[in-house]
């Protein structure tokens, strides 16, 4: 039986053997391996200079857009503070236009004289408002008629007048800051 059990003893040691040689030979594969999967990798990381230029002007404008729309962004912001009272204030011009109406009346009464002055004071408290707020009436008798301020309702020939110059204003026109809120209707010299 010793010898049976040195055979075998010897079976295991020539199995142990094997087992610490392969890991060696296994190693080997292995740095072979990625030997050759790093070469691959530099084969691919290898830039071509066409693809890196088109890579930088895509990122150019990507950047270019990006700044674009942050500019839009912050300036559509500020106009929307600088004209936010704009709806409120085209809702109030025919109530102004109104009171204009009602001021050019002559009161007879005494009565009508004070309610008169009562309105006058409100009328002006009204146009101090808007004043501060920016809004202001488009100039238009005397002036050259201007499209983009004026809207021509009437083309009549008057003498001392000339031509495409403002003859007399049918309604105010009002402007908040630099945009018009209504054209004012006017009559044009020809």
Do not use: C, W
Not at 92 to 103: G, I, K, S, T
């Amino acid at each position: 039986m010793t010898e049976e059990r040195r055979d075998e003893q010897e079976v295991v040691a020539d199995e142990k053997e094997q087992q610490v040689e392969e890991p060696e030979s296994l190693q080997a594969e292995d740095t072979d391996e990625a030997t050759d999967a790093n070469a691959q990798a530099a084969e691919e990381i290898e830039i071509n200079p066409l693809e890196l230029a088109d890579v930088k002007n895509r990122l150019a404008r990507v950047q270019a857009d990006y700044d674009n729309f942050r500019r839009r962004s912050r300036e559509e912001k500020e106009a929307q503070a600088k004209y936010r009272a704009q709806g409120f204030i085209e809702e109030l011009l025919p109530a102004l236009d109104n009171f204009e109406r009602a001021l050019a009346v002559e009161p007879e009464s005494e009565e009508a004289k004070q309610l008169l002055e009562g309105m006058k004071m409100v009328y002006r408290q009204l146009q101090e408002a808007l004043t501060k707020e920016g809004v202001e009436a488009i100039a238009t008798e005397g002036e050259t008629f201007d499209p983009h301020r004026h809207q021509a309702v009437m083309q009549v020939e008057e003498e001392g007048f000339e031509p495409n110059q403002i003859v007399e204003e049918l309604q105010k026109g009002y402007q908040l800051k630099d945009r018009v809120l209504r054209h004012s209707m006017v009559k044009v010299n020809v």
